[in-house]
């Protein structure tokens, strides 16, 4: 027995298949059921993967602008072509001043680079 009959013929259906389709409907119906829920799961966990894709995106932005604060450029050099970031001298120049400052006797000890050259070059401090 099986729904694979013409709908408009008078179906003869004994007991005993008709017992079985309902088994053969619950099973079905179970299946579906849990395909259901195994859906809602996926789509649950879709979400979640794409909040965090957005928050990972965020923050790489962040990381991104903080290099490119930094002086690190992202590498464009046809030759070199190694997709990093060059560049991002900024602390070691700063390191150079420092140390030309002192070398010159002008301590840096709890001033900034700026304060430090402001005060040498008699310049009214920042407020
Ligand atoms: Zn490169």
């Known amino acids: 027995m099986s729904f694979d009959q013409d709908p408009n013929e008078q179906a003869q259906i ?3 298949d008709f017992a079985a ?5 619950k099973a079905l119906r179970k299946q579906y059921d849990n ?9 649950t966990e879709k979400e979640t993967l794409e909040d965090e894709f957005t ?6 932005r962040k990381l991104r602008n903080f290099l490119s604060m930094e002086g690190y450029r992202r590498c464009d050099i046809p030759a070199c072509n190694c997709g990093l970031y060059h560049g991002g001298n900024a ?3 700063l390191t150079e001043v420092r140390e030309a400052l002192h070398e010159a006797g002008l301590s840096t000890n709890g001033k900034t680079i700026l304060s430090t050259l402001r005060e040498h070059l008699k310049l009214e401090p920042l407020p």
């Open 35 to 43: 395909l259901v829920s195994e859906y809602d799961c996926l789509e």
């Open 55 to 60: 928050d990972q995106q965020s923050e790489l």
């Open 21 to 25: 389709m309902c088994d053969e409907f």
């Open 91 to 93: 602390m070691r120049r």
């Open 14 to 16: 004994s007991g005993a």
